[in-house]
């Protein structure tokens, strides 16, 4: 089993930056894929960016190229998401994620363990 607890929301103002980051238990996530999702209030989780087990490759979905960027630190078992330029759209819950397998995925659905989430709020 995988533990995941997500830090490092909060409220911030637009054009501001956070640093997310997910700090994993119960094994080693080295070699697993992981990833960042949110979800906003009625709707539906919305994947962000995900890194590989092996390569360490990544990818981002087109809301967020060029703003975040997702990174991991295998020695500390954590997985961090820098996020810049924040704006209100950008409110929601953070979700990290880890799969069971090296290959980084956009759906949610192929990930097997979540962290309950962190807050993010921008105002204008």
């Known amino acids: 089993q995988v533990q995941l607890v997500e830090s490092g929301g909060g409220l911030v103002q637009a054009g501001d930056s956070l640093r997310l980051s997910c700090v994993a238990s119960g094994r080693s996530i080295n070699n697993n894929a992981m990833g960042w999702f949110r979800q906003a209030p009625g709707k539906e989780r919305e994947f962000l960016a995900t890194i590989s087990g092996l390569e360490k490759s990544t990818r981002y979905a087109s809301s967020v190229q060029g703003r975040f960027i997702i990174s991991r630190d295998d020695n500390l078992n954590t997985l961090y998401l820098q996020m810049n330029s924040l704006q209100p759209d950008d409110s929601a819950v953070y979700y990290c994620?880890?799969?069971?397998?090296?290959?980084?995925?956009?759906?949610?659905?192929?990930?097997?363990?979540w962290g309950q989430g962190t807050q993010v709020t921008v105002s204008s």
């Open positions: 994620a880890v799969r069971n397998s090296y290959y980084f995925s956009n759906s949610d659905q192929k990930y097997d363990y």
